[in-house]
């Protein structure tokens, strides 16, 4: 099994910056692809980020310019960097492992086939 451990998350201010982390054990990590997805109060599940086994990053519209994706095979974590957070980003934030590399859609939840406990990133005006 992959286990996927989130942290990182708070209470910030809008226009401030944090960093989650999530650690994978069981499985190679530098095999899988990587994403952030989150879900806000009231909305369904957004997603947010994601990173190929490669190297390569993906980003929703509403996060461009202001997160950045990262990996570090050695640690076997995933890195979602935060900045100019606004109130908009609130959400409980999900960490998903893809293991199957295989027509890979990184926006698509169904794609994952581990993920986190969650961690909750709450921005105060």
């Known amino acids: 099994q992959v286990q996927l451990v989130e942290s990182g998350g708070g209470l910030v201010q809008a226009g401030g910056s944090l960093r989650l982390s999530c650690v994978a054990s069981?499985?190679?990590?530098?095999?899988?692809?990587m994403a952030w997805f989150r879900q806000a109060p009231g909305n369904e599940y957004e997603f947010v980020a994601a990173i190929s086994w490669s190297g390569g990053t993906y980003y929703a519209d509403s996060v461009k310019g202001r997160f950045t994706i990262s990996r570090d095979n050695a640690k076997n974590t995933v890195y979602l960097q935060m900045n100019s957070l606004k109130r908009e980003d609130t959400a409980v934030y999900y960490c998903?492992?893809?293991?199957?590399?295989?027509?890979?859609?990184?926006?698509?939840?169904?794609?994952?086939?581990?993920w986190g406990q969650g961690t909750q990133v709450t921005v105060s005006p």
């Open positions: 998903g492992a893809e293991v199957k590399d295989s027509s890979w859609y990184p926006d698509h939840r169904s794609e994952y086939d581990y």
């Open positions: 069981g499985r190679t990590f530098s095999n899988f692809a």
